[in-house]
């Protein structure tokens, strides 16, 4: 069982990324998705959940209106598209399978192994 984060990279002010996670031993669809991130010296944050029963998502206040979440079952990944990147996005992102997106991240079944985001002049 493994959920694996890519494309994080370093980004200027205003740009865009778009993360993935795949999984491989388990089915996505059968999980709430979440992506967290983790600044250094700051707490891990919420940043973006989407449901397994009907697809409602979920951001934090922070990233409304800038990053997308979305997942295609058929290739069992979940995406995070990032645009007008700010240097405060800047952290570790990572993705995670839980029971529902109001479960507690600590309360999550899997976990990926995180991804830099570097956003940067």
């Known amino acids: 069982v493994q959920l694996q984060a890519s494309g994080g990279g370093l980004v200027q002010p205003g740009g865009s990324l778009r993360l993935s996670c795949t999984a491989s031993g388990f089915t996505l669809d059968d999980y709430a998705m979440g992506w967290f991130r983790q600044a250094p010296g700051k707490e891990r944050e919420g940043v973006s959940c989407?449901?397994?029963?009907?697809?409602?998502?979920y951001y934090a206040d922070s990233v409304k209106g800038r990053f997308t979440i979305s997942r295609d079952n058929a290739k069992n990944t979940v995406y995070l598209q990032m645009n007008s990147l700010k240097p405060e996005d800047t952290a570790v992102y990572y993705c995670?399978?839980?029971?529902?997106?109001?479960?507690?991240?600590?309360?999550?079944?899997?976990w990926g192994q995180g991804t830099q985001v570097t956003v940067s002049s």
């Open positions: 989407i449901s397994s029963s009907d697809g409602s998502t």
């Open positions: 995670a399978a839980g029971a529902s997106c109001h479960t507690p991240p600590t309360e999550y079944d899997y």
